[in-house]
Every structure is written in structure tokens, then in C-alpha cells.
């Protein structure tokens, strides 16, 4: 009988050995939850218009509070710049590095946005100079300009359409798009002798790939109204120039041609599409400019950049693209 009270007594301490044991594991577990986080990211792009001149900020990662993107100043007829972002996020105030281009000349400025309502206004302040870079006196004496309020984009896209009602498209606000000037020249189209009209362009800066070999990519609307143009607008590939295949741009027939063209360690990839609108014929085309990679050392840090992101880009340009006239 003895033997069966120990036993029973032993059963009972190890259950309640086991009881105490789970609890601490289980606890132990809880405590390893991690919290959840419930702020919104300030991750997008952000579009501020002032006039005709368009400022694009786009946050490409934001991680414990640092953050970083790039940054364009698009200008209407005047200077712009464009570049990377690189600074902090804290208490609603981004504040960082603009390393932009400008004109050819690379500089450095220090910038300041405060958030409101999800959306970002840029600050202004005294400033100073320090190793050649401009920075703010006090960082705490800072007045915001509603004016200058970059609203939260969802497509991050902005739309173009020409003076004259012609045509229309989409294009990524980072690009500076502008129009033709309206005059005869051979700048309508790469790759001619005949004189026609540009209509519009859209730069993509080098800024948009850096520390690539990416140069800048160029895309253009052009139209001709001289009749050997017209009469071979769709059939000929001239001056090296490869014809490909048949495709619709804007609800008309448009036909692809090539062009690579090389020189001094540069790269020139010309993909023009040319069709009949309207009884004239039209070139849509865009030039991607490369430099050889081969030329820069292991220690400048450049890579071959990834040609496929600049075609996705024009892509949409194109995709986008709508005639608004209608043809003979």
C-alpha cells in the first residue's frame, strides 16, 4: 500500500513539474512576439506643380527613419536639376542631401519637407555654406510654402498634350517633357535629309540610372509634310537603318525601324516608329545614349546599366499615346 502512495505522490509532483515548466515556456514564447507596427510608410512619389514648372520627390526606402530617393526640379524654359535624395525621416520632417545635376555641373544643397496630410511641404530657411555645400542656419526657424506641396501620386504619371491638340501621352514626371519650337529642321526624325517639324521631347536624365553607364534616353514626336517623306514614310530603311515589324500606335499603322550608331566610347540605339496620320507622316522615336563600360575602372563603382528599365519607361509613353485628330 505504501509503494502505491509513492507512487501516486510521484506521478503528482511530475505533472505538476510539467504544468510549471510549459507555463515558463509559454511565456517565454509570448515574450518573442514582435510588435506590430502600424505606421504608414512614406514610401511613393510625390508631385508638386508651380505654374508649368513640375517637381517630382520620389522616396524609393525608407528604414529606421533613413531614407532614400531621387528628386527632380523640372523648370518650364528655364535651368532644372535632377538627382538623388538621401536624408532622415523624423517627427513628420524629411530632411537630407539633394545631389543633383544641373546644366552639367553636379552640386550639393541640404533640403527640408514637412508632412502634412500624407503629402510633403518643402521648407525654406537662411543658409550657409559649409565645404562647399549649402545648408540650413537653423533647421528649427523654417518657413513651409503651401505653394510648394508635393501631393502623393499613385501612378506617379503626368499627362502631356500638345498646343495644338494633336496628340497626347502619359510620361513619368521625373522626365522633363517640353514641346517643338515649330520650325523646319532634320531634328524632326533621326536619320533624314528631309526637313520636318519636332513636336515634342522627353529627357530622361542620367540621374534616373546613376552610377551606371547610362548617358540619357531621348524621346520625340515628329512630323513631316514633305511629300518623298510621305510617299516613303512606312516603306524605307535608310543610312544603315534596319526595317522590323508592323505595329499600332494610338489607334494607327506604324511601322518599327533601328538604327545603332557608335563613336568615341559612346553607345547610340535609335528605335523609331513611323506611320501616316492625317495625310503627313509621323516619326515616334526614342534614342538610349550609352557610354562603353569598359572605359571606367573596378574603383569608380560604375555598372552596366539595365537597358530593359529605360524601354519599360518609354514603353508606357508609347502605350499611353493618343492621336487627337482625326485622318483623312
Known amino acids: 500500500m505504501k509503494n502505491i502512495y509513492k507512487i501516486i505522490i510521484a ?86 542631401n539633394y545631389s543633383f545635376d544641373s546644366e552639367g555641373m553636379r552640386s550639393d544643397r541640404q533640403l527640408i519637407f514637412k508632412q502634412v496630410d500624407g503629402n510633403f511641404i518643402e521648407g525654406f530657411g537662411d543658409v550657409k555654406m559649409v565645404d562647399g555645400k549649402e545648408v540650413f542656419v537653423d533647421t528649427n526657424n523654417i518657413n513651409y510654402d503651401q505653394k510648394l506641396t508635393f501631393v502623393k501620386s499613385k501612378d506617379c504619371a503626368e499627362n502631356f498634350s500638345d498646343s495644338n491638340n494633336i496628340f497626347t501621352f502619359d510620361y513619368n514626371p521625373y522626365f522633363k517633357a517640353y514641346e517643338g519650337q515649330n520650325i523646319l529642321d532634320l531634328d524632326w526624325r533621326q536619320n533624314t535629309t528631309k526637313k520636318g ?18 548617358s540619357s534616353a531621348r524621346f520625340t514626336i515628329g512630323r513631316s509634310t514633305d511629300a518623298n517623306e510621305i510617299k516613303t514614310c512606312m516603306i524605307n530603311a535608310t543610312n544603315g537603318e534596319k526595317k522590323g515589324e508592323a505595329t499600332t500606335i494610338g489607334g494607327y499603322d506604324f511601322v518599327k525601324f533601328s538604327l545603332d550608331d557608335a563613336g568615341a566610347g559612346n553607345f547610340y540605339e535609335t528605335t523609331s516608329y513611323r506611320g501616316i496620320v492625317d495625310g503627313d507622316c509621323y516619326a515616334i522615336e526614342y534614342t538610349i545614349h550609352s557610354t562603353n563600360i569598359g572605359n571606367y575602372s573596378p574603383s569608380q563603382g560604375i555598372i552596366e546599366f539595365d537597358k530593359s528599365v529605360i524601354q519599360n519607361e518609354i514603353g508606357k509613353i508609347i502605350k499611353s499615346f493618343k492621336f487627337l485628330i482625326n485622318s483623312d
Open 11 to 96: 506521478v503528482f509532483v511530475v505533472a505538476v513539474l510539467g504544468i510549471i515548466i510549459y507555463s515558463m515556456d509559454s511565456e517565454t514564447v509570448v515574450e518573442k512576439v514582435p510588435p506590430v507596427s502600424t505606421g504608414d510608410s512614406i514610401v511613393g512619389c510625390y508631385v508638386a506643380h508651380l505654374q508649368k514648372d513640375i517637381y517630382t520627390l520620389v522616396i524609393q526606402s525608407e528604414e529606421k527613419g533613413a531614407v532614400f530617393g531621387m528628386l527632380a526640379y523640372n523648370n518650364y524654359q528655364k535651368d532644372s536639376s535632377s538627382g538623388s535624395f538621401e536624408g532622415t525621416f523624423t517627427d513628420g520632417i524629411l530632411l537630407g
Open 197 to 214: 517639324v519636332l513636336l515634342a521631347s522627353v529627357v530622361i536624365p542620367k540621374t534616373y540610372m546613376p552610377n551606371t553607364n547610362f
